[in-house]
DNA sequence: AACAACTGCTCAAACGTTAGAGCAGAAACG
DNA sequence: CGTTTCTGCTCTAACGTTTGAGCAGTTGTT
């Protein structure tokens, strides 16, 4: 690895020189001569800036970390996308990190920060993560930009508009004609669950429509926790004709323990979920979803991330823009 | 943010004394008191060591690069897993790269190695990269281990028994009591798809079974080219009664298109894949798929970056164990 | 008693980079 | 012509860490 030092010696100036040529440093003062010189000498050594050795006197690494509770998960790895496409743009690198079961979050954080592998985060915590273990995480000053969350003493946050996403996906239901229409929410404590919880059921009282208190469920966002619901959505009598599935991954769990249980879909039961991604294309019948903007959020995260380290302004958006879209499939039909 | 400064300062010694006791130097020569103070003062300041000075100083920065094409496949997110517990084992840090159609992994991969931003990389390629491209980075001497490929001057590599796989998957339809197997498979100069074609043939030479050369298309390993495989083979005559699809996403969108076009699985047709993913359980009908082993792949792969760094060992690996494993779901059945 | 060997530390240099200060020589100005 | 200003560089310190060398003081050996 050729250093400033090795271009230096070839182009026959002083490592000075040669660093503020081509980090191009604003009043560099060197002749167009030189300037060639080194240039040529560097791109003949093939040099590279070396990271350490940048960050070390910069105290700065241009990068950001991006923490999600699940890299499996096809919404978090559209968020991904975006975040490092933004990213890039600035001139930042991404660097990915876990906040499972194993490790909530805390630990992992706490070591990117300390070390200064990172100069700020995005961060979205699992549902299972309680509120407490992260007080002291966002109590220190740094750059930490929560996503699809947000928390009392707020410290930034980029959040979808998942109250309109939850509005829109049941007023189709309505639309169809629905009336005795469930909702299998999150678990009670998620912050997402939450406000989708309010944009179901304001668009039923919107509609003037009243259903028992035992049509939601909040079992949570899995696949596993999808099949569940629907059991006990259609032990209760009256039925539900159809039903709002707060996540896309529930909703594939859901649906796919319909069709076990011999439950037709859309015929017997219309689905439509919250969230749309590949796999909601691809399940059978393909589920009508609304498209939250998950590519968005990660920018937008990764935005605010770095305007926090450059400038210290903090925020807390909603995505509105795209607003959240309906995409109708063949999961949801007229109630029969 | 504590430096060892700060720390020597507080337990009153020198910088030297805390270095040693807190990476602890085999050979410290601190006392049992000294010691003492200098992790209490550690603990006191929240020190953490910096990670730009440490890296500048050891020219090691114990992180190792994950590249791969597509981070949305649920296959490479598998793998990822697998990367990231081996590297945790084992004091590293995965740095995630993308190598998707945009920047074609060569960029990516010269800048993480030549900034010194990783000791070492575990790259795999897409189907669409040409080897040629990837010659001159595998010819400097970084630590590169290439994953699901190989390379004629080879570096280093870990591959899956994909021959072994496509095989179990084949001889799956044979036992069933199919005769007219077809095989979707990737594109015809991907390292995967030769070894998974030679497993196909096999596994039918070996029952005396001789199928159409039509019988195998070779387009490729997305949802699409799944779609497109379908129509391909079911426009044959005879019609094959059984797919042995090379790619879980493939043979997702290879299911819903027989859906769409009226084909019932596994009634009229049976649809294996090779691989498995939670994608293939929550299809319908669920997908009969060979596991293939992706998370020690990744594991496999990160140790093998983590030998080549350390000891300079290179190795050509093929995971055997655990071997490829039959799901049976309900994609297959016998021919009608 | 003289010296070696060990213990328990400290000093200082180095990794590659950036950036303020400095310094010759040339050009501009009175 | 003497002074100032500008140009085109170089010198040097610093970021936080590791680590070989060094150095008192103590213990052990002959």
Redesign the pocket.
């Given at each position: 690895?050729a250093?400033?030092?090795d271009v230096?010696a070839r182009a026959?100036?002083?490592?000075?020189?040669v660093?503020?040529v081509?980090?191009d440093?604003p009043d560099s003062?060197?002749?167009a001569?030189?300037?060639e010189r080194i240039v040529e000498a560097a791109r003949e050594l093939n040099?590279?800036?070396?990271f350490?050795?940048?960050a070390?006197?910069?105290?700065r690494t241009q990068v950001v970390g991006l923490v999600v509770p699940d890299i499996t998960n096809a919404l978090f790895t559209e968020l991904m996308h975006g975040a490092e496409d933004e990213a890039t743009e600035r001139g930042y690198t991404v660097l990915l990190g876990r906040s499972d079961d194993v490790r909530p979050g805390g630990e992992v954080i706490a070591r990117l920060i300390g070390e200064g592998r990172v100069d700020g985060m995005a961060l979205q915590v699992g549902d299972a993560v309680q509120p407490a273990g992260l007080r002291d995480l966002l109590t220190t000053q740094a750059p930490i930009v929560l996503v699809n969350s947000s928390n009392p003493g707020h410290v930034g946050s980029v959040t979808l508009d998942d109250h309109q996403g939850a509005l829109i996906a049941t007023r189709h239901l309505l639309e169809l004609g629905h009336q005795r229409i469930a909702f299998a929410n999150g678990l009670p404590r998620s912050f997402t669950a939450k406000r989708r919880r309010t944009g179901y059921k304001l668009a039923l009282a919107a509609a003037g429509v009243r259903v028992p208190k035992a049509y939601e469920t909040r079992i949570g966002y899995t696949v596993d926790n999808g099949r569940t619901a629907l059991h006990r959505l259609m032990a209760l009598d009256p039925r539900p004709t159809g039903i709002v599935v707060a996540n896309v991954n529930a909703a594939v769990g859901l649906l796919g323990e319909a069709r076990k249980a011999g439950i037709r879909v859309p015929d017997d039961l219309s689905v439509v979920t919250v969230h749309d991604s590949w796999t909601a294309e691809n399940t059978w019948p393909p589920l009508t979803a609304v498209k939250m903007q998950f590519y968005t959020v990660g920018r937008t995260a990764v935005r605010s991330v770095i305007r926090r380290i450059e400038t210290g302004e903090t925020s807390d958006e909603v995505i509105t823009d795209p607003p959240p879209e309906l995409v109708v499939r063949e999961s949801t039909a007229p109630p029969r």
């Amino acid at each position: 690895m050729a250093t400033l030092g090795d271009v230096a010696a070839r182009a026959g100036v002083s490592i000075s020189a040669v660093s503020r040529v081509l980090s191009d440093a604003p009043d560099s003062r060197v002749s167009a001569a030189t300037r060639e010189r080194i240039v040529e000498a560097a791109r003949e050594l093939n040099y590279r800036p070396n990271f350490a050795g940048r960050a070390l006197k910069s105290a700065r690494t241009q990068v950001v970390g991006l923490v999600v509770p699940d890299i499996t998960n096809a919404l978090f790895t559209e968020l991904m996308h975006g975040a490092e496409d933004e990213a890039t743009e600035r001139g930042y690198t991404v660097l990915l990190g876990r906040s499972d079961d194993v490790r909530p979050g805390g630990e992992v954080i706490a070591r990117l920060i300390g070390e200064g592998r990172v100069d700020g985060m995005a961060l979205q915590v699992g549902d299972a993560v309680q509120p407490a273990g992260l007080r002291d995480l966002l109590t220190t000053q740094a750059p930490i930009v929560l996503v699809n969350s947000s928390n009392p003493g707020h410290v930034g946050s980029v959040t979808l508009d998942d109250h309109q996403g939850a509005l829109i996906a049941t007023r189709h239901l309505l639309e169809l004609g629905h009336q005795r229409i469930a909702f299998a929410n999150g678990l009670p404590r998620s912050f997402t669950a939450k406000r989708r919880r309010t944009g179901y059921k304001l668009a039923l009282a919107a509609a003037g429509v009243r259903v028992p208190k035992a049509y939601e469920t909040r079992i949570g966002y899995t696949v596993d926790n999808g099949r569940t619901a629907l059991h006990r959505l259609m032990a209760l009598d009256p039925r539900p004709t159809g039903i709002v599935v707060a996540n896309v991954n529930a909703a594939v769990g859901l649906l796919g323990e319909a069709r076990k249980a011999g439950i037709r879909v859309p015929d017997d039961l219309s689905v439509v979920t919250v969230h749309d991604s590949w796999t909601a294309e691809n399940t059978w019948p393909p589920l009508t979803a609304v498209k939250m903007q998950f590519y968005t959020v990660g920018r937008t995260a990764v935005r605010s991330v770095i305007r926090r380290i450059e400038t210290g302004e903090t925020s807390d958006e909603v995505i509105t823009d795209p607003p959240p879209e309906l995409v109708v499939r063949e999961s949801t039909a007229p109630p029969r």
